[in-house]
C-alpha cells in the first residue's frame, strides 16, 4: 500500500510542478526538506524550495511538464526511499520537443497525522556522482 500510496502524492506533486501551482506543491515538503536544484547546488527549506522551482520554470520557458516511470519503494519504519524515473518534457531553445530523463531518488517520511511528506528531494540520483562538483570533492 506505500507504494501506492507514495505514487498517488508523487503524482499529484508533479501536476502541480506542471502547473505551477508552487504554493500547492509545498503541501508535499517536510518544512526542512532539500531540494537538490542542480548538481552543486541544494537548498533547504519550504521557501527556498518554493524559490527554487519558480526560477526552474523560468529556466525552461514555462514550458516544463513532469511525469512518472517506474518506480520502487523501500520502507523502513517511517521513513521511505524511492526510486523512479522521471522524465521531463519540455521544449528546447529551437521549439523542438524534448524529453529529459532522470533516474531520481526521493526520501519520504510519513507525518504524525499519515501524511507522506518529501524530506529530499533529488531529481538527479546518482548522476550527481558525475557532475563536476562530486569529481572536485565539493558539496553537494
Not at 27 to 51: H, N, S, W
Request: overall charge negative; aromatic content about 8%; proline content about 3%.
Amino acid at each position: 500500500m506505500t507504494s501506492q500510496a507514495l505514487q498517488t502524492v508523487i503524482e499529484a506533486a508533479d501536476r502541480a510542478i506542471s502547473a505551477e501551482d508552487f504554493d500547492g506543491l509545498m503541501a508535499f515538503y517536510a518544512e526542512d526538506a532539500t531540494l537538490v536544484v542542480q548538481p552543486g547546488m541544494a537548498v533547504t527549506g519550504k521557501a527556498r524550495i518554493r524559490k527554487a522551482f519558480e526560477a526552474i520554470a523560468d529556466h525552461f520557458n514555462h514550458h516544463l511538464t513532469v511525469r512518472q516511470g517506474p518506480m520502487e519503494v523501500f520502507e523502513g519504519g517511517d521513513t521511505a526511499l524511492v526510486v523512479m524515473k522521471t522524465f521531463l518534457d519540455t521544449v528546447d531553445s529551437d521549439g523542438w520537443d524534448l524529453t529529459l530523463v532522470r533516474r531520481a531518488s526521493y526520501v519520504f517520511k510519513r507525518s504524525d497525522s499519515g501524511d507522506w511528506l518529501c524530506t529530499v528531494d533529488n531529481s538527479y540520483g546518482t548522476d550527481l556522482l558525475d557532475s563536476p562538483a562530486a569529481v572536485s570533492g565539493e558539496p553537494v
